[in-house]
């Protein structure tokens, strides 16, 4: 006999058993339907991309993270595992944009990969739902992904989430007020994007580490730590460094365009500390936190006007934002967040089996129940009701349909509901009628 191999996934990557995907659908259901109603529509990619696609896009310190493929000793064109749906997004629009319309609104669920080190929230394989605006220059494009935003997580039923703007220019602008020489602004970035982990020291220590000059990180890390996310906010920065060319303008025609949506102040505030790490973004910059519990950042994205352009002759004005599913499926466990019907099944009734005389029987009663929309398991195997009761009952099956040689003979079925132990006796041409009934009555 060979040896049994020990069943295990590797680590950072998870399987998910029915319950959980019950959850998980919910979720993504529940974003893509925001989605449609935003107009976005959907976009497929393959998991794996030429390695020269996705290197050059995010900066070092994520390319670190990106799984190389390997497919043979000879192989011509190296491949790589996508590292999220926003470089595959630029590939598509270069790719086929003689079939695509301006402007470009697609949405993308699908799960992308990266070699971090797991922990709680964080995995090497995750799912992201994409939603992003190709072809609108205008700030408009990016007040309706904060729209987007807002509305997904309302739905989602989370109390209290806040919406972090900033803009990549104005950063920039910061940078260039406190002396940072414009060869070192990418170690700047790299740096401030660490504040949340690392706090304001571990961000002034970095940076001088980095070689910036040590009076140019204290003018700008006391510019920065003078800022408390509020709407006032614009204009104390704009008193310390002016506006020309800063991104402010566009954080002002951002707030109005909030305000006329009927987004409301508590749910967004602009923190100039806040960077988003990646090296492609180019405008106004977005991320959402969830202070209890904290996990990070659960939403995030920004404007990218340069990123098509690498894949065709002129680039494209585009913004967008990324939902980790991974991240709000921990929240939404842990706050409770899921609605009560939502069981550990979507079989909602079951049909029982009294003998092999009368599967013939049974198999039409499952065929009315589905026929009237109701998710309907037949017993298969030819057990005792009592083992057929239990084995709906312990997977959380509302219904249970019984006809033995009586009822059949009566051209009638029983109907439980296990919940209260209700029964209704109806013909079999009414079983779905009357199941629906029993099943709605909560």
């Known amino acids: 006999m060979s040896k049994i191999i020990a069943p295990r996934t590797p680590r950072g990557f998870r399987d998910f058993l029915p319950d959980t995907m019950l959850r998980r659908n919910y979720v993504t259901d529940s974003i893509r339907d925001v989605f449609h109603r935003f107009g976005f529509e ?48 630029a590939r598509v629009v270069g790719q086929y944009e003689s079939r695509l319309s301006l402007p470009f609104k697609r949405y993308h669920i699908a799960p992308v990969f990266r070699g971090e080190r797991p922990q709680r929230g964080r995995y090497r394989e995750f ?19 904060i729209m987007l935003m807002a509305q997904i997580l309302e739905n989602l039923g989370f109390p209290k989430f806040l919406i972090k703007i900033n803009h990549r220019r104005l950063l920039t602008a910061i940078g260039d007020f406190s002396g940072v020489p414009g060869e070192q602004l990418p170690d700047l970035y790299r740096s401030v994007d660490k504040f949340d982990k690392i706090g304001a ?13 040590r009076a140019a990180v204290g003018r700008m890390m006391a510019l920065l730590q003078a800022q408390q996310p509020g709407l006032d906010s614009l204009d104390q920065i704009e008193e310390a460094i002016g506006s020309d060319d800063t991104g402010l303008a566009d954080l002002r025609d951002l707030r109005q365009m909030l305000a006329d949506g009927g987004i409301p102040p508590a749910r967004y505030a602009f923190d100039f500390t806040m960077v988003r790490g990646l090296g492609y973004y180019t405008g106004p910059i977005f991320e959402t936190v969830i202070s209890e519990p904290h996990l990070g950042s659960i939403t995030g994205g920004g404007r990218y006007d340069n990123l098509i352009g690498m894949f065709r002759r002129q680039s494209l004005p585009t913004t967008g934002t990324s939902f980790g599913l991974e991240r709000i499926i921990d929240l939404m466990d842990e706050l ?15 049909v029982t089996v009294f003998d092999e005389a009368t599967r013939k029987a049974s198999m039409r009663i499952a065929d009315e129940l589905r026929q009237a929309g109701i998710n309907t398991e037949i017993y298969l195997e030819g057990r005792k009701l009592g083992r057929q009761f239990a ?11 019984v006809a033995g040689p009586d009822e059949i003979q009566r051209g009638v079925v029983k109907l439980r509901r296990l919940r209260d132990g209700q029964e209704a006796a109806v013909e079999i041409a009414r079983a779905g009628e009357r199941a629906r009934a029993l099943l709605e009555d909560r």
């Open 42 to 89: 959907p976009l497929d990619t393959p998991i794996l991309e030429l390695r020269e696609t996705l290197f050059g896009k995010y900066g070092e310190d994520a390319e670190q993270l990106i799984f190389s493929a390997q497919h043979g000793r000879s192989a011509k064109d190296p491949l790589a595992m996508r590292y999220d749906l926003t470089v595959p997004l």
């Open 127 to 145: 799912w992201q739902c994409d939603a992003d605006i190709v072809g609108v220059a205008g700030i408009a494009a990016d007040a309706e992904i």
């Open 201 to 213: 020291e571990g961000v002034r220590s970095e940076l001088v580490e980095r070689g910036i000059d």
């Open 336 to 350: 409770n967040l899921y609605p009560d019907h939502l069981g550990g099944t979507l079989v909602q009734a079951l």
């Open 391 to 401: 084995y709906a009952d312990r997977k959380g099956i509302p219904l249970v349909a």
